[in-house]
């Protein structure tokens, strides 16, 4: 079985420019429906609000995971972990998935550096006898980047999770070859970069698009001819989407 997974920092819904469409949920609709023409399982998703004030009280992840439902026709399930608590609620990371999740590691990342914690979650997910470790993180700035990616990969050695099928997915907020980058390939155990090198996936106005966003895999085998970054207007960062093979 061949698997399509999509890796997005959604800025809680909000637009490029950091503004909001009239209806708050809008642009939710949108990402629900590019990640079911992009014929994905697995989508992880950063920047997703819980409740918060600015994002009209949704539960983002729930409202995502429901419309995929209706779009597919299948029932979608979603696993969260808070990263910081905000406006009556919270933001931080979900897993959104078309085959059964369970939660098997909530890892916070303190800051340092930087003015917000972040976080990693770790779910398993199930499939025709099968099952795949899919994580999603989200680094900070000035700094934090390398220490909470190194936090990463010591928590995934230390419960023996390199010996399964992994895959990781998130917002790196550095590039390719920096140290977080090296950190998440080679520290403890290596990892491949699984997806589309050297294209741009976080955009600012006025500024060269980066790669900020990546998918780290041990265990399974990547089509890398079917990864490839998609473009749209919703958030700064664009989707990332790879193709998982043989699972």
């Avoid at 995502?64 to 209706?70: G, V």
């Avoid at 972040?118 to 934090?144: A, E, P, V, W």
């Avoid at 919703?234 to 989707?239: A, F, K, V, Y």
Wanted: proline share 3%; charged share 25%; net charge positive.
């Amino acid at each position: 079985m061949d698997i399509y997974a999509v890796t997005w920092n959604i800025k809680a819904g909000r637009n490029p420019d950091g503004s909001y469409p009239p209806k708050r949920n809008e642009n939710l609709k949108r990402i629900a429906k590019k990640i079911a023409g992009c014929d994905a399982s697995i989508a992880c998703l950063q920047e997703v609000d819980l409740g918060t004030i600015r994002s009209g009280r949704i539960n983002q992840a729930a409202f995502i995971a429901d419309r995929l439902s209706e779009l597919t026709g299948e029932r979608w399930h979603y696993d969260y972990i808070s990263s910081i608590k905000m406006m009556m609620g919270s933001y931080g990371n979900a897993i959104i998935s078309r085959f059964p999740l369970t939660t098997v590691l909530q890892q916070p990342l303190s800051k340092k550096y930087s003015v917000e914690n972040r976080s990693f979650i770790l779910t398993r997910m199930d499939f025709y006898g099968g099952c795949l470790f899919i994580g999603n993180f989200h680094l900070g700035l000035k700094g934090d980047q390398p220490i909470q990616a190194a936090k990463i990969k010591q928590v995934l050695y230390s419960h023996e999770f390199n010996r399964g099928k992994l895959l990781i997915g998130g917002d790196l907020n550095q590039s390719e070859g920096e140290a977080a980058y090296n950190i998440m390939r080679k520290n403890k155990f290596a990892m491949e970069d699984s997806g589309p090198s050297g294209i741009g996936t976080l955009k600012r106005e006025g500024v060269k698009s980066v790669k900020a966003d990546f998918w780290f895999g041990r265990g399974v085998s990547m089509d890398t001819s079917r990864s490839m970054v998609i473009d749209s207007d919703i958030s700064d960062h664009m989707p990332v989407m790879i193709c998982v093979v043989g699972l």
